[in-house]
């Protein structure tokens, strides 16, 4: 079996299925499909046109081509042959089952790494990697397995009310200078990020700054991202007080932080951080005098002063930019598709969140390489112009060599460096919301599941005579 068909899923002696897909090979290693597929035991016993396979190949050609069915996805990865039907639904359906999910989070977790260099603008402090851990959540379509697997958004602790459709929640370990996700872990609605960000800690490591908001603020989590080797600057919720310890020349002061079962003034198991106070003169920005805190591992205010960590922070928010660029211009809600996701079963949701994920990384790794040629922070490029151009040349990408396939990544990157947008405007957003509150009732638990109706429009017609 030669190198182009290990990337595509054909079989030995077969024309290759997903032939308009090479492309992807700039970004995903040959043959690494495969490993996985044998890893997870993925092995087809006979021939088949959705071999395993295929059918990974199909889940992450989901995440670019998001505004098509599953039959449209299939189309626009091969060339049309007349000897070649397109699956039924029905057919690529059962296959995506087949395929589960194991395989998809295993090609994921191979694929993703940091990739930013200290040369390239944007990725860096001092030495230290710049990441970020947050959380996000997908509607998914309304169904009973969805609803078991995932739950409802409520409306409060004592309210009745619940969400339109069941959620999946998102936490991510993520690149800030390239925007690309490292580590994914899934959670359903009755389990909190801060218990479940402590699995994406094993990815970090000493050269890496962690940037944290007020969110994830405890001694239990803080002490285990510490025990990595890595740095974090977090930011700090109004309640908590610190007893100064030291006061240094830019203003912060040390102190330590313990365990909520010690008392104050005993500091063993402690940990020793460095909190930085300030407040903003402009009344025209949000939190206008009101004090600030930040908390950070990086102690020494010569070589990192107050002010540079107070608008280092502010990258942070990068990180709800993927979040944007995922939900908002990689696979929109529309109105053929009314929640972020459209898978029906809670695997379905786990496969097309990973394959979305892969396909946001194969773009950001592109972005990134573009940016890398021009000397630019790739912030300076438009997601949303490069997705287009990924989905509009991968169908052109030649299948007649390795050396093919490069000459098209090259002439790729060269038209993404073109998507140059204007450095971003010293702006900001008002804290309120655009949406109505909805003339209808809210939906409850007993508008679900409702029994079939036993008649018919015309037999429940009353007339006066």
Known sequence: MD????????????????????GLEAIIPPGLV????????KINSRACNLSFSVLMWLVLAMGVFTDKPIRGVYRCCRVFQLNRKTPTRSALCQGRQ????????????????VSGTEELPGCFYQGYRM?????????????????RAFGRPKGGANSTSQGAFPQVGKLSLVEIGTHCEIAITLRPMNRSEQALAPRLFGHLTPEMLLMLDSGFYGFPLLKRVDLTGAAFLARVPKTPNFVPEEILSDGSFLTTITPARLRRG?????LKVRVIRYTLDDPQRTGHQQEHRLMTTLLDAEKHPAKELIVLYHERWEHELVFDEQKTHQDPVRPSKPTHLRSQTPAGVVQELFGLALAHFATRTAMRDAAAREQIDPDRLSFTG??????TRLPECPDDSPQAIANWYKNLLTEIAEEKIPPRRNRINPRVVR??????????????GLPPLTKTFAEAIITPI
């Open 386 to 391: 490069s997705f287009q151009i990924l989905q």
């Open 34 to 41: 495969e490993q996985v597929l044998q890893e997870e035991g």
């Open 98 to 113: 087949r395929l589960g999910t194991a395989a998809v989070r295993r090609l994921f977790l191979l694929v993703a790494c």
């Open 3 to 22: 190198l182009l068909n290990k990337t595509t899923g054909a079989l030995p002696g077969e024309s290759i299925p997903l032939d308009r897909l090479l």
């Open 435 to 448: 949406q109505p509150r909805s003339k209808w009732d809210t939906k409850k638990p007993e508008h679900s």
């Open 131 to 147: 990441m970020g851990i947050d959380g996000t959540r997908f509607n998914v379509p309304d169904t009973e397995a969805n609803d």
């Open 266 to 270: 005993f500091p063993q198991n402690g």
